[in-house]
């Protein structure tokens, strides 16, 4: 019993200093993003969210962090669905799958279309999704292999998807 008094004792000293590892937000001022596009130009990385929203930083990270910092509100890139990365930013595709603001779930493509649209595109990628995702993509960094990631290719005003050679049964 004295645990449990402690133990209650503790979180409420926790709270009221606010030293609990929670935050607590506006649902109101939550930005959910959808799809990420990033761009590797010039040395710098573009990261488009859509809607106009875009940032510039030295580093994936750091255009992420300039990226919370213009938008009014508080984006929020857990919700993000898929991220993009356009070619030939092939050096994107490391810090992509290094960083910890997207969830491992969320697919990861390439594509050789230099402005996508992030909206119009995402919403084809939600019917046409692949299976490839940022932790496949981990995975095969970790294991020293290039991601083979999935491209996304324009055709007829419109997209598709390249998984790839087909493995067989041969």
């Known amino acids: 019993m004295k645990k449990l008094f402690f133990i209650l004792m503790a979180g409420a000293a926790f709270w009221a200093l606010g030293m609990l590892p929670f935050r607590a937000s506006d649902a109101a001022k939550l930005l959910p993003v959808k799809t990420v596009i990033v761009t590797r130009s010039g040395g710098e990385y573009v990261?488009?969210?859509?809607?106009?929203?875009r940032a510039v930083g030295r580093s994936l990270s750091e255009a992420l962090e300039r990226l919370k910092e213009e938008i009014t509100g508080e984006i929020f890139l857990p919700t993000a669905e898929q991220v993009i990365i356009t070619e030939p930013a092939d050096d994107a595709v490391d810090a992509v799958a290094e960083e910890t603001a997207f969830r491992p779930a969320a697919g990861i493509y390439r594509?050789?279309?230099?402005?996508?649209?992030?909206?119009?595109?995402?919403?084809?990628?939600?019917?046409?999704?692949?299976?490839?995702?940022?932790?496949?993509?981990?995975?095969?960094?970790?294991?020293?292999?290039?991601?083979?990631?999935?491209?996304i290719v324009a055709a007829d005003g419109g997209w598709w998807v390249d998984e790839g050679p087909v493995p067989t049964d041969d």
């Open 47 to 53: 990261v488009d969210v859509g809607a106009g929203v």
């Open 111 to 151: 594509t050789p279309v230099s402005a996508p649209d992030a909206e119009r595109l995402g919403a084809y990628l939600d019917s046409h999704a692949s299976n490839y995702t940022i932790l496949d993509a981990r995975a095969a960094l970790a294991e020293g292999r290039r991601p083979e990631l999935p491209r």
